[in-house]
Each structure stands twice: as structure tokens, then as C-alpha cells.
């Protein structure tokens, strides 16, 4: 069964800021959508696994540091929608069915610059993974679970290649979003077996 990260073996990991310093990730050589950041631990690793995959064949960032206000407007809006399709829901219930698809905030590894949202992309643009980077549980029918057995063949092996060189640098995935990956936050320290997070909250540099 799936560990989330409302999960109290999450949420009750201590984070013991290391102070690792954001970089620019463009700025070490990945593709990006606009501006994003990480820790520089996160970058590092980013760039290994870059280097890991075929000829023709690389990563592609779109979300890394995430600022705590867009967390928590994200984090709302999904648990609403989710009210709004179950209704009667526990408080207890909703936060956990929403925490599959966005952390609660006070464990979430994009504010503090852990985590980036990621695809693959060759020379005609992005390959096929399956569904969309953020499409939802509801709207994907499941299929953005990195192990969801309704995606092709292909995007089956997208998901491989790119889960081989992620794990290889030293990433972890969250199981609910193929596109989701981190270092150094509490989903990480728990798949790892590390005592703490090494990263806390992060503020965007200005």
C-alpha cells in the first residue's frame, strides 16, 4: 500500500535544515520551463541522471521550489473538489484522499526546494509518460500513479527509463505522481531510512 504523505511516518520525520544554498537549475545545464529552482544537492543529482540517459534524450523541469501561498491554494482547491465529488467526507478523509495528489503543507517538498515535476523530451518535444504532468487521480483514472497498469507500452517504458536514471542519482518518486521526485525532504528521509529531512521551508531567491 502506498505511503502518502499525510502518513504520521511522514509527517512526524524532523527536517534539520542543512542550509543548502537554491540554484538555478538552467544555470547547470537542464531544461526547464521559465525560472526554477532547487537545493543544490537536488540540482547535482539532477545533472547526474541527465547525463545517464540516451543520446537524444533529456530531462525536462517543470516545477521545482514552490512558494508556501501557491502550496496551500493548490492544496485547497484539490480538497475542494474532492469535497464537492464526496459528499459528507471526514476533514480526516479528505486531508488524506488530497494528500495523494498534493502535500499538505507543512510537509511539502517543493517549498522547501526538495522536489522538482519533471518529464521526458527528445528532439520532436516530450515523450510519452501517459498522461499530462498534473493531471489528477479523478481526471486520469488513476494513470498518474508511476505503477498504473492503464498507460501504453511506451509510456510504461518512459516511466522505466526515467525512474532508472532518478533512482541511480539518488531521487525518490512519490508513487502517486510519475512526474514527482525529490532529495533531502521527509518522503525521501522515509524511503531512504534517514533519521531527518535535510531541507526546511526555502523562500524563492529574489
Not at 493548490?74 to 465529488?85: F, Q, S
Request: net charge negative.
Amino acid at each position: 500500500m502506498t505511503v502518502l504523505l499525510s502518513d504520521e511516518r511522514i509527517t512526524t520525520i524532523p527536517a534539520i535544515e542543512n542550509g543548502e544554498p537554491l540554484v538555478d537549475l538552467f544555470s547547470r545545464g537542464l531544461s526547464t520551463t521559465g525560472r526554477q529552482f532547487a537545493r543544490e544537492g537536488v540540482a547535482d543529482r539532477l545533472a547526474i541522471a541527465d547525463a545517464f540517459l540516451p543520446a537524444g534524450i533529456r530531462l525536462h523541469i517543470v516545477e521545482g521550489l514552490r512558494p508556501a501561498v501557491s502550496q496551500q491554494k493548490i492544496y485547497d482547491g484539490y480538497r475542494a473538489e474532492l469535497e464537492r465529488l464526496h459528499p459528507g467526507i471526514s476533514d480526516r478523509d479528505a486531508h488524506v484522499l488530497a494528500s495523494r495528489f498534493v502535500s499538505p503543507i507543512e510537509v511539502a517538498p517543493h517549498v522547501a526546494g526538495a522536489a522538482v515535476d519533471l518529464t521526458l523530451i527528445g528532439a520532436y518535444g516530450p515523450l510519452d509518460l501517459g498522461t499530462p504532468i498534473d493531471a489528477t487521480p479523478e481526471q486520469s483514472d488513476g494513470a498518474c500513479f508511476f505503477a498504473a497498469p492503464n498507460v501504453t507500452g511506451e509510456a510504461r517504458k518512459n516511466r522505466s527509463l526515467l525512474a532508472d536514471v532518478l533512482t541511480a542519482a539518488g531521487l525518490v518518486n512519490y508513487p502517486t505522481e510519475w512526474w514527482h521526485w525529490s532529495y533531502g525532504d521527509r518522503y525521501w528521509a522515509f524511503v531512504e531510512d534517514r533519521p531527518s529531512a535535510v531541507y526546511g521551508p526555502a523562500a524563492i531567491p529574489g
